[in-house]
């Protein structure tokens, strides 16, 4: 029979506090401390200058939100911390230098990204998935012993992300969401303290999203996440703090409400400076939605 993939079977189903515990730590472990540090970031295609002068700070504990118009230079951010793209200036992780080391290593060293379009391996289960994934972070002598034995870290990334009852299933038949999730739980087997996820809810229906917020919060206390994101009613649910970028630079960075009230993120969005008249009605911000208007 095949198995129908529901978002109730999914990550909005709340894992039990010991799972989401044990995989992610508590407040206490060692990586309370851990920060993304990025100075003087400057990417560079040919005579075209994708990202420039960017500095940026994330903490635990902060989901940090990365917006800005197409083109402005997010993605390219992404791929110069996880070594996709050759940059100069520093993005520090845990204390290492990343900028200049191969991607293997980079990933070694506790930093994950997903893509915009999920990249899991189809034909396989989702535990064959997460098994091979932690199984790239125990290395091959290590999964000989474990071959036979699901690994707690596997077991506990099921959980957290609500594919326990779809671990026999294979990974293309997954709804878009699940395929989004397991990306999520294949990084988190891997040990990433750093997550930078790329329009991880482009495409999901609202109970997915909504799933995927409340997983992204459970994660983001615990270690470093920076999401890529266009969905502005997303990121108003859900983000700690925003950055926004504009023509390879950061334009501005604070709460949600500070820069939706931003007078340049404002004219960057709606194409033309921002009146200096008094509103006659509750203006709409740049980051409002019909919705809201
Ligand atoms: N490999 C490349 N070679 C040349 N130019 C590139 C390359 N990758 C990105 N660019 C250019 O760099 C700029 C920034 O692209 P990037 O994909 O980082 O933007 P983005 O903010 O992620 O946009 P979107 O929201 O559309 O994904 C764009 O002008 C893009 O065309």
């Not at 596997?154 to 878009?176: C, F, N």
């Not at 983001?220 to 970028?245: C, I, K, N, P």
């Not at 009230?261 to 400076?273: M, R």
Request: aromatic content about 4%; charged content about 20%; cysteine-free.
């Amino acid at each position: 029979m095949t198995h129908v993939p529901t978002a109730e079977t999914a990550a909005g189903a709340e894992p039990t506090g010991t799972a989401a515990e044990a995989l992610l730590g508590t407040d206490s472990t060692r990586f309370r401390h851990d920060y993304l540090e990025v100075r003087g970031l400057r990417v560079a295609f040919g005579g075209f200058v994708a990202v420039r002068d960017v500095d940026l700070t994330v903490t635990q504990g902060d989901l940090r939100f990365l917006i800005g118009p197409n083109g402005a230079g997010k993605t390219t951010l992404i791929d110069a911390v996880t070594g996709l793209a050759s940059a100069t200036g520093s993005a520090r992780f845990g204390g290492k230098e990343l900028l200049g080391r191969g991607t293997h290593r980079i990933a070694r060293d506790g930093v994950g990204r997903t893509f915009q379009t999920a990249s899991v391996f189809e034909e396989l289960t989702v535990l064959q998935n997460l098994d091979i994934a932690a199984g790239a972070r125990r290395g091959p002598l290590t999964m000989l012993r474990r071959r036979g034995a699901v690994p707690e870290a596997v077991e506990q990334a099921l959980e957290l992300v609500g594919l326990t009852a779809l671990r026999d299933t294979a990974a293309g038949v997954l709804a878009h969401g699940q395929k989004q999730w397991l990306e999520i739980g294949m990084l988190l087997v891997q040990d990433a303290h750093l997550l930078l996820l790329d329009e991880p809810v482009a495409g999901m229906t609202h109970a997915e999203r909504e799933a995927t917020g409340e997983l992204l919060r459970r994660i983001g206390s615990q270690r470093v996440v920076v999401v890529v994101e266009h969905d502005m009613d997303f990121l108003r649910s859900f983000a700690d703090s925003v950055t926004v970028m504009h023509q390879g630079q950061v334009l501005a960075e604070g709460t949600v409400a500070e820069v939706q009230n931003d007078p340049a993120v404002v004219e960057v969005y709606l194409g033309s400076p921002v009146s200096t008249e008094p509103p006659t009605t509750q203006a709409a911000g740049p980051l409002t939605t019909q919705e809201d208007a």
